[in-house]
């Protein structure tokens, strides 16, 4: 990933993120991810899309379920540039864990499993930061191990 393209490019450009990439595409975000932000994005790596449940992701990627889509990919994006050293802080000021507002409008909690930063949605899904500070021109990267998603009603 080089630090002068923007997130959107950058993941495009990662084999890795595929799916992730197809999700924006389908969801008509990649205006929010190429432009200027900053904006934190949580990315779910091909293996994380590959732990949904059978048949979740072609779902989501369906014209009717447009809306749902863009709801999880909006959970995975926060307002502003956040490095895993800011991650860690909060967590250890909130005395173990840390609330972040997702761009969706619902909160990602933030905790530490051992050494690694734990993303874990309303539902008590879980995700680990697997690679993070990956700096983007238009925010960060931090890839995730797993989906994460928001309460759909």
């Given at each position: 990933?080089?630090?002068?393209?923007?997130?959107?490019?950058?993941?495009?450009?990662?084999?890795?993120?595929?799916?992730?990439?197809?999700?924006?595409?389908?969801?008509?975000?990649?205006?929010?991810?190429?432009?200027?932000?900053?904006?934190?994005?949580?990315?779910?790596?091909?293996?994380?899309?590959?732990?949904?449940?059978?048949?979740?992701?072609?779902?989501?990627?369906?014209?009717?379920?447009?809306?749902?889509?863009?709801?999880?990919?909006?959970?995975?994006?926060?307002?502003?540039?956040?490095?895993?050293?800011?991650l860690r802080?909060?967590?250890?000021?909130?005395?173990?864990?840390?609330?972040?507002?997702?761009?969706?409008?619902?909160?990602?909690?933030?905790?530490?499993?051992?050494?690694?930063?734990?993303?874990?949605?309303?539902?008590?899904?879980?995700?680990?930061?697997?690679a993070g500070?990956?700096?983007?021109?238009?925010?960060?990267?931090?890839?995730?191990?797993?989906?994460?998603?928001?309460?759909?009603?």
């Amino acid at each position: 990933m080089m630090p002068t393209r923007t997130i959107l490019d950058n993941a495009a450009a990662t084999p890795s993120l595929s799916s992730l990439v197809a999700a924006i595409r389908a969801a008509s975000l990649t205006t929010a991810l190429a432009g200027p932000g900053p904006i934190t994005l949580f990315a779910p790596s091909n293996e994380a899309f590959g732990r949904l449940a059978p048949g979740i992701q072609e779902q989501l990627l369906q014209p009717a379920n447009r809306d749902s889509l863009v709801r999880v990919l909006r959970f995975h994006m926060v307002n502003g540039t956040v490095t895993v050293n800011d991650l860690r802080q909060r967590i250890a000021a909130g005395g173990g864990t840390a609330t972040l507002m997702t761009v969706q409008g619902e909160p990602l909690t933030l905790s530490m499993t051992q050494s690694v930063i734990t993303l874990t949605d309303a539902s008590g899904n879980k995700s680990y930061i697997e690679a993070g500070d990956l700096s983007q021109a238009n925010g960060m990267i931090h890839i995730v191990n797993g989906v994460l998603v928001p309460k759909l009603d």
